[in-house]
């Protein structure tokens, strides 16, 4: 049998289940290098009910080292580190055990590339003098300027604090570009502005976007009728103690929903996803307001809703949360951050509000006029899967992998 050539893969969390953002994107990164390369995973699990999973990864990964993070008992050697100079996002990712685990796969099995997820990970890359091995880091978004929307949303020493971070993240990317052969992120627009406030090479900065499960997220399915009223759904997918996820629905909730139920009284806005953090969870006390937490599937709320909104008013890259929705086949209003890196307004099956006059308007108008809705249902699919394939997404990094000749493997180092 023709021995593989290697890869080694590292992100800041388990690649599995690909039920949220960045491990939707990892898992299908491993799965697809695994078509070509032996690949070799490195990553970290911080939440409790991850554990069960890591076993589920195994048959994808020809090793697999996950590093467990133990809060609130990682906040201490975190805080070390961040006094020390280091962005907080990065201290809480840091392991002497992964740092063995990845010198070990460089040393024995010699991989032609190193790649990564997310820029707080990407530190683990370092090759021993002279070792040529490609590195590709994937930062997803420009993370320096989330922090600076985080601090000019904020006020007192959460201020302070984000906009120290958002200086600590610039100056860690800008090291880390300068190992790289390159890096990568989920839209034209987000490598657009990582080379104006980086002042990066246009050649090393490279777009790899976001795609979609078209298979798992199959609207022709039999999907159950998630336990709610018989009123319009408007449904919010995502991870529900992610700062823009927060801030998106409290926004909906105070603005939008009061509005469109004064009108439409049994109207239902519908929170899916792990985590809500306790402002969201306040919100399930409200009228009209579901709050599910985790959930085993987003897809039967995709399946029943009314419509998908994303009114996030901070976005970084792509929002698997519309890839999801579109290819569901289920009408989506979203943002005009919402949208970056998917399509033009003009273009895309969505409708794109930002106002709170214009979200209330856009509900409405789906309630309305249903010859609206099944034309938005009719396009999205098929704009998804002609333009969000995983395949076809990952083309691009594939054509920064070297066709190199298999080395020779070389024993473990003791």
Partial sequence: MTQRASVLFLCQRLPFPPNKGEKIASFNIVRHLGQRFDVHVGTFVDATEDLPEVDKLRPYCASLHVEPIIRPWAWGPALLRWLGGMPISFALFRAARLKDYVRRVIAQHRPVAIVTYSSNISDYATLPAGQQTRRIFHFSDVDSEKFAAYAARSGGWKRWLYALEARRVRAAERRLLARADAVAFVSNDEAALFRAVADAPSARVITIPNGVDAVAFDPARSWPRPAWGNGPAFVFTGTMDYQPNVDAVAWF????????????????????????????????SRPGIIVTGRVPDVQPYLAHATAAVAPLRIARGI???????????????????????????????????????????????????????????????PFVIDHFGWDACLSQLDALLPAAQIPTPQPEPA
């Fill in 253 to 284: 909730a105070d603005v939008v929903l009061p509005t469109l139920r004064a009108a439409q009284t049994d109207a239902q806005f519908v929170i899916v996803g792990a985590n809500p953090a306790t402002a969201v969870k306040a919100l399930a």
């Fill in 319 to 381: 929002q698997n949360k519309v890839l999801e929705a579109l290819a569901m086949g289920c009408p989506t209003i979203v943002s005009t951050h919402a949208l970056t890196g998917i399509g033009r307004p003009e273009t895309a099956p969505v409708i794109v509000a930002d106002s709170a006059e214009e979200w209330v308007a856009a509900c409405q108008r789906l309630l309305d006029d249903p010859a609206l809705a099944a034309a938005l249902r009719a396009r999205a699919r």
